[in-house]
C-alpha cells in the first residue's frame, strides 16, 4: 500500500519542462520564475532571450549565470549547482533551485533631481546652494550582485523602487565632483556637458556597486542663486568677447590670400574691408567691457586707426586724422 502511494505522489507532481521570460512590462529588472511547489525536469530548456540573463539560485547563493540562448538544465550541465548540492553527475531526477531572469535593456529617460538645494563647497564662493534636475539611463550589468545587494528573493523588482537609491547616489556624487575637481563652480556650471561628463565618470563605480551600468548622465538645468547667476553671465559675456576677437582674426588671416589673387588692385579693397572688420570688432568688444558701459555715450572711435576719443574732439590725438 505504501508502496502504491509514492507512486502515486510522484506522479501527481508537476515539473516544468520549458522555463522563459517574455518581459510583458518595460519597468521590470528582476522577476523570479513562478516554481510554487514544482521541480525542473531534468532536461528542461531554458530560454533566455538576447536583452536578458538568467541566474540558478540554490538555497539564498547563485549557482550559475546563464546567457542568451537556449539552455538544457541538467546536472551535468550546471557544474556549480552540482558542486554546490553534492550530487552525483549522473544524478537524473527533478531538481528544486529557483530560476531568477534579470532584464539587460537600457532602461532610458530616468529622472533625476534634488529634492531640496545641495551645498556645494566652492574655493571662490565658499558654500553654493543649488538645485539640478536631467536625466540618466543604465542597465544591469552584473546579475551576481544585483541579485545579492538589490532584488533578493523578491518575486518581481521594478525600476521605480530602485529610483530613489539611486538619486541618492546621484546627487552624492554631484557634491563630491565638485569637491575633488579643483575646477571653479562657475566655470563649470557654464558648461553643463562637462560638468555631466564629469559627474558621470564619479557615478560609475557607485552604479558598479549595485551590479548596474551608467549609459548616459545629462545635466538639463542648474538653478544657482541670483547673486552668482549675475557672476556667471558677466563671465559668459566675456568669452563671447574674446569668441568675437578669434572670429575676427580668423577672417581677416583669410582674406589675405584671397585679396592676393585677386586682379586690379583688388588688395586695397580687401585692406579696406579688413580694418572696418576690424573697427567694428574693436566696438563691439569694447562695448560689452562692463567698465566702458558708462563711458560709450561720451565717445567714439577713430574711423582711420580705432583709437578712442572725446566725441567733441576734432582730430585723433593718436594718428592726427580729421574727424
Not at 590670400?257 to 580687401?270: K, M
Amino acid at each position: 500500500m505504501g508502496t502504491h502511494m509514492g507512486v502515486l505522489d510522484f506522479i501527481s507532481k508537476q515539473f516544468i519542462d520549458v522555463i522563459q521570460w517574455t518581459e510583458d512590462e518595460d519597468d521590470v529588472l528582476a522577476f523570479r520564475y513562478p516554481m510554487q511547489d514544482m521541480e525542473i525536469q531534468n532536461g528542461a530548456r531554458l530560454t533566455v532571450r538576447e536583452s536578458q540573463l538568467a541566474v540558478v539560485v540554490n538555497e539564498g547563493r547563485v549557482a550559475d549565470i546563464l546567457g542568451p540562448g537556449v539552455h538544457t538544465l541538467t546536472t551535468r550541465n550546471l557544474p556549480v549547482l552540482t558542486d554546490l548540492m553534492n550530487w552525483d553527475k549522473e544524478f537524473e531526477s527533478p531538481f528544486k533551485t529557483d530560476v531568477y531572469f534579470f532584464s539587460t535593456r537600457s532602461k532610458v529617460g530616468q529622472r533625476w533631481g534634488t529634492a531640496t538645494p545641495i551645498t556645494i563647497r566652492d574655493k571662490e564662493f565658499g558654500a553654493v546652494r543649488v538645485r539640478g534636475y536631467g536625466v540618466y539611463s543604465f542597465h544591469i550589468s552584473d546579475p551576481r550582485v544585483f541579485h545579492v545587494k538589490i532584488s533578493g528573493t523578491r518575486d518581481i523588482y521594478r525600476v521605480d523602487e530602485l529610483e530613489d537609491q539611486l538619486r541618492k547616489t546621484i546627487v552624492s556624487r554631484m557634491t563630491d565632483t565638485f569637491a575633488q575637481s579643483g575646477v571653479p563652480f562657475l566655470d563649470m556650471a557654464a558648461n553643463q556637458v562637462e560638468m555631466a561628463a564629469q559627474i558621470g565618470k564619479h557615478l560609475g563605480p557607485s552604479f558598479g556597486e549595485f551590479g548596474l551600468a551608467l549609459d548616459s548622465f545629462v545635466v538639463e538645468n542648474l538653478s544657482l542663486p541670483e547673486e552668482l547667476e549675475k557672476v556667471l553671465d558677466a563671465r559668459v559675456g566675456v568669452n563671447i568677447a574674446g569668441d568675437l576677437g578669434r572670429f575676427t582674426q580668423f577672417q581677416a588671416a583669410n582674406s589675405l590670400p584671397v585679396a592676393a589673387a585677386n586682379q586690379g588692385g583688388g588688395a586695397t579693397g580687401a585692406g579696406v574691408g579688413m580694418g572696418a572688420g576690424l573697427l567694428m570688432a574693436q566696438q563691439m568688444m569694447g562695448a560689452l567691457k562692463p567698465e566702458n558701459a558708462g563711458a560709450s555715450a561720451d565717445s567714439k572711435f577713430c574711423p582711420e586707426c580705432g583709437s578712442r576719443m572725446q566725441r567733441t574732439a576734432k582730430f585723433c590725438p593718436e594718428c592726427g586724422h580729421k574727424q
